[in-house]
Nanobody, 127 residues
């Protein structure tokens, strides 16, 4: 079982940037496809981005691909989400998720695929 801890959330003005980080422990991260998800009050959890085990394949929600970038450093057991030009509608709790997969190029976008989740980090974007 892998344990995940997110960090980097906070309060930022619209147009600003944040970089979220997800640190993994317990297992080597290179065994896992990774995803970022977010959830706002009253809304369902939605997919933000995903990245394959080797980092060569990524997935982004269509509305976010121009502003968000997912990356990973398997040597450091971390995954990051760079968020630029933030908007008030990006306000949410952001979650990191991991799923052990065999396919090095599999970057699953759906939350039900993932069985390991962090506790989340709050991102608040003020207008």
């Amino acid at each position: 079982q892998v344990q995940l801890v997110e960090s980097g959330g906070g309060l930022v003005q619209a147009g600003g940037s944040l970089r979220l980080s997800c640190a993994a422990s317990g297992r080597t991260l290179s065994l896992y496809a990774m995803g970022w998800f977010r959830q706002s009050p009253g809304k369902e959890r939605e997919s933000v981005a995903a990245i394959s085990r080797n980092g060569e394949r990524t997935y982004y929600a269509d509305s976010l691909k121009d502003r968000f970038t997912i990356s990973r450093d398997n040597a450091k057991n971390t995954v990051a989400l760079q968020m630029n030009n933030l908007k008030p509608e990006d306000t949410a709790v952001y979650y990191c998720a991991a799923e052990g997969v065999r396919d090095f190029l599999f970057a699953p976008p759906y939350s039900y695929t993932y069985s390991n989740w962090g506790q989340g980090t709050q991102v608040t974007v003020s207008s």
